[in-house]
C-alpha cells in the first residue's frame, strides 16, 4: 500500500496557538496581579486580625523603626506647644486612650497631619496656614488621635510590610511588574483608607463636642482645603481621602442625628 501524505492545513496545526502572543502575556499578567491581589486581601484581614492585639508595649517598640522619621524636639516652637497643649487637654478632657501624644510641627507645602506609631502626631505647615479657628484646630487633632483609637496607623504599617515583602520577594523592588502589582494595590487599599479617614471624622466630631459643648468649625477644615486638592466625585474612588463634600455632609447629618449644638467659634490666637 502507497502512503500518501496528506496536506498540512495551518490552522489544524496544534502546535501553534491561535491567541496573539501579547493577548496571552497580557492574560497571564493579569492572571498573576489578581492573583496577588486576592492574597494581598486575604493577608490585609490577617492584619486586621492581629492589630487589635497588639499591645501597648510593643507598639512602643515599633515606634522606633520611625525614629529617623520625626523632627527632634529640642527647639520647640510657640505653635508647637500650644498644639501639644491642646491635644493633651483633649486626650485628658474627652478621649481614654493609652498614649502620650507627642504633636511635632513640620514645614512642607503639603496641606495635611499624620498618625504614626507610639503616639507621634505630625503636622505640616502648610495645613496650619488654612486653619482659622481653635474649634477647627482641635477637629483636626482629634481627627488624627480617631486614628489611634482605631488603630488604623497600625492597620497601614502592617498592610504596608506585608506589599513590601511579597512583593520584593517575588520580583524585586525595582521591578517592572512590582510597579504594576502596587498600582493595583494601591487602589485596592484606598477603600480601607476611605473608611479610615470617615471614622476618624466622627472620632473627631464626638471629642470636640465633647470639649467645647459644641461642634462648631468642625468642618471648615474642609471648606478650606483648595479645590484642585479635593478628590471630588469621580477622584474619590481613586483616593485616600473621601471627598470633601462628602465628608461635610455625613457631619452634618450626623451632628442633626445626635442634636450637637452649633455655637461661637474660639479664635486661635497662637497663629
Same mark, same amino acid.
Given at each position: 500500500?502507497?502512503?500518501?501524505?496528506?496536506?498540512?492545513?495551518?490552522?489544524?496545526?496544534?502546535?501553534?496557538?491561535?491567541?496573539?502572543?501579547?493577548?496571552?502575556?497580557a492574560i497571564l499578567l493579569g492572571g498573576l496581579v489578581g492573583l496577588i491581589v486576592g492574597a494581598y486581601i486575604l493577608l490585609g484581614f490577617l492584619v486586621d486580625i492581629v492589630v487589635p492585639r497588639i499591645s501597648?508595649?510593643?507598639?512602643?517598640?515599633?515606634?522606633?523603626?520611625?525614629?529617623?522619621?520625626?523632627?527632634?524636639?529640642?527647639?520647640v516652637d510657640e505653635k508647637t506647644r =500650644? /498644639?501639644? *497643649?491642646?491635644t493633651e487637654r483633649i486626650?485628658?478632657?474627652?478621649?481614654? @486612650?493609652?498614649?502620650?501624644?507627642n504633636v511635632h510641627v513640620r514645614k512642607s507645602p503639603?496641606?495635611?497631619?499624620?498618625?504614626?506609631?507610639?503616639?507621634?502626631?505630625?503636622?505640616?505647615? =502648610? /495645613?496650619? *496656614?488654612?486653619v482659622g479657628s481653635e474649634n477647627?484646630?482641635?477637629?483636626? @487633632?482629634?481627627?488624627?488621635?480617631?486614628?489611634?483609637?482605631?488603630?488604623?496607623?497600625?492597620r497601614g504599617f502592617g498592610r504596608a510590610m506585608v506589599f513590601m515583602t511579597?512583593?520584593?520577594?517575588?520580583f524585586g523592588a525595582d521591578s517592572g511588574v512590582s510597579r504594576i502589582v502596587g498600582q493595583a494595590l494601591n487602589l485596592t487599599e484606598m477603600s480601607f483608607s476611605r473608611d479610615q479617614e470617615t471614622w476618624a471624622d466622627e472620632f473627631a466630631q464626638d471629642a470636640v463636642n465633647c470639649y467645647y459643648g459644641h461642634v462648631a468649625g468642625g468642618t471648615d477644615f474642609f471648606n478650606n482645603i483648595p479645590k484642585e486638592r479635593d478628590p471630588g466625585k469621580f477622584g474619590h474612588y481613586f483616593a485616600s481621602h473621601p471627598e470633601n463634600q462628602r465628608r461635610i455632609e455625613n457631619l452634618e447629618q450626623r451632628a442633626r442625628l445626635n442634636g450637637f449644638r452649633i455655637e461661637k467659634k474660639k479664635a486661635l490666637d497662637i497663629f
Open positions: 500500500m502507497k502512503f500518501t501524505p496528506r496536506q498540512a492545513d495551518p490552522e489544524a496545526n496544534v502546535n501553534v496557538t491561535p491567541t496573539h502572543p501579547l493577548k496571552e502575556l501597648h508595649e510593643t507598639e512602643m517598640q515599633l515606634a522606633g523603626l520611625f525614629v529617623g522619621m520625626v523632627p527632634e524636639r529640642e527647639d =500650644a /498644639l501639644q *497643649e491642646l486626650q485628658k478632657q474627652c478621649v481614654n @486612650l493609652p498614649y502620650t501624644f503639603t496641606i495635611n497631619a499624620m498618625a504614626m506609631p507610639g503616639g507621634h502626631i505630625i503636622v505640616f505647615t =502648610a /495645613l496650619l *496656614e488654612k477647627e484646630l482641635a477637629f483636626i @487633632l482629634a481627627h488624627e488621635i480617631g486614628h489611634y483609637a482605631h488603630r488604623d496607623h497600625l511579597v512583593s520584593a520577594a517575588l
